[in-house]
């Protein structure tokens, strides 16, 4: 298993951006797919984004299309998400997990193919 160290999240007010980053300390997140995951209080946990482990695949949950943007720099081991247009409905603690198969399929959001997660980073959308 990885370890996952989310970072970048923090206050911002609605419009606004915010980059979360997810890295691995002591092993390469090449061959995995990455996902961000994120839970408010009170809410079940919703998959955000994934990126497959070349890349070239991700997906989107439709609650950020248009507004998020997930990508990967394999040199510098890290998964980014960038989040524009923020709307107090996107606070959350976001969580990036790791798919040993390195894909981003067709359940991707469901939570069962990762075998590890983050601690979390806290996003809070408010004037």
């Known amino acids: 298993q990885l370890q996952l160290v989310e970072s970048g999240g923090g206050l911002v007010q609605p419009g606004g951006s915010l980059r979360l980053s997810c890295a691995a300390s002591?092993?390469?997140?090449?061959?995995?797919?990455i996902a961000w995951f994120r839970q408010a209080p009170g809410k079940e946990r919703e998959g955000v984004s994934c990126?497959?482990?070349?890349?070239?695949?991700?997906n989107y949950a439709d609650s950020v299309k248009g507004r998020f943007t997930i990508s990967r720099d394999n040199d510098k081991n890290t998964v980014h998400l960038q989040m524009s247009s923020l709307k107090p409905e996107d606070t959350a603690v976001y969580y990036c997990?790791?798919?040993?198969?390195?894909?981003?399929?067709?359940?991707?959001?469901?939570?069962?193919?990762?075998?590890?997660w983050g601690q979390g980073t806290q996003v809070t959308v408010s004037s």
């Open positions: 997990a790791a798919d040993p198969w390195g894909v981003c399929g067709t359940t991707w959001y469901d939570g069962s193919d990762y075998n590890s």
């Open positions: 002591r092993s390469t997140l090449d061959y995995y797919g």
């Open positions: 990126i497959n482990s070349s890349g070239g695949i991700t």
